[in-house]
């Protein structure tokens, strides 16, 4: 039987490109409080209809923003910014205590997006300061979550430390009645030499009950060192503002790993793995999966492809969303 054509030409485009194989993470991408988020928007544009108003971007990604604006989702930076009479949703990062007390000040309607395991943090803040404790915050200067970790409280009750210098330095009044949290989406690692240097410091401070780093952050950086150790390069797939998604790419690099963050596939530099014989793929956790197929999908334009999905701890966690949304 003669040989079609077209096959021809396939099969001597896919001998004409270099073969790579690529090593995808896992677990990767969307964890439950993301997915919890993104579902509390997408069920109150289902039942309050369009435009249900945002503040902040519900999730570190464009991606998903952009997806849910083409639905009727309006993002805003403060509440001024909303009309009155319609919905509002909270970012999954948490919110300063002032801003529902604002949207309640003004009758708006609010659901709280805050992943459940931010909330814990705050939490976790109250009752060490009822407990008359001064609380050192690891966490970034400037992100939502650190800002809205430290809006639980009175000004002057969280100092935040952001690096091992900091924390060297760090003064506090009474070391007796001293606590520490964390963000949740912070370098396992780095946050670990941090509290070293805190506990050497001032060995009757407290902590959390159990970590505040979040299972997500936990599993999707020892997912990445995992790959690592067998590639020659590492792609992260997340937003430059996505506090996880940068932590990964540094995870990936502090074992002596090319790494780089793109949030699409078109974002990538294909000379950069010219040579590679392994790449290595996750993704943060605001990043869908879809995204994650688009760049295995750039890399089959420029190499002859061969996928290996990494083995993983499994995560099964759902969190329970707004009751006003079960209605």
């Not at 990062?93 to 604002?102: I, R």
């Not at 590679?276 to 993704?283: D, F, P």
């Amino acid at each position: 039987m003669p040989q079609d054509k077209n096959q021809d030409g396939r099969d001597a485009a896919a001998k004409s490109r270099p073969p790579l194989t690529l090593r995808v993470a896992n677990p990767r991408g969307f964890c439950a409080g993301v997915d919890r988020a993104i579902q509390i928007v997408e069920m109150a544009l289902e039942k309050y209809g369009a435009p249900v108003y945002v503040r902040h971007e519900i999730v570190h990604n464009r991606y998903v923003v952009e997806s849910l604006e083409a639905r009727g989702a309006v993002f805003v930076d403060e509440l001024d910014e909303i009309p009155d009479n319609v919905p509002v949703v909270f970012s999954a990062h948490g919110v300063p205590k002032s801003v529902p007390e604002a949207a309640s000040e003004r009758g708006l309607f609010y659901l709280d997006a805050t992943c459940p395991l931010v909330s814990k943090v705050h939490r976790e803040a109250e009752r060490h300061h009822a407990a008359g404790r001064h609380i050192i915050l690891i966490g970034h200067a400037g992100h939502p979550e650190v800002i809205g970790t430290m809006g639980q409280l009175p000004q002057g009750a969280i100092t935040l430390v952001e690096t091992v210098e900091d924390a060297e330095r760090v003064a506090v009044v009474d070391p007796l009645h001293l606590a520490y949290t964390t963000q949740t989406t912070l370098s396992v690692d780095d946050t670990a030499e941090i509290v070293a240097v805190l506990r050497r410091r001032f060995p009757e401070m407290a902590g959390p009950k159990k970590e505040d780093i979040c299972y997500a952050t936990t599993n999707r950086q020892a997912a990445v060192k995992e790959i690592a150790t067998e590639c020659d390069a590492v792609v992260i797939i997340g937003a430059p503002n996505s506090s996880n998604s940068l932590r990964l790419v540094e995870v990936a690099r502090k074992m002596g790993v090319d790494a780089v963050l793109v949030q699409r596939a078109a974002d990538l530099d294909w000379e950069r793995f010219e040579g590679c014989r392994t790449v290595g793929i996750s993704a943060g956790a605001s990043a869908p999966e879809i995204l994650v197929k688009e760049v295995i999908e750039g890399f089959r334009t420029h190499f002859d492809v061969t996928v290996a999905e990494a083995d993983g701890t499994p995560e099964n966690i759902r969190f329970k969303l707004p009751s006003a949304l079960a209605s």
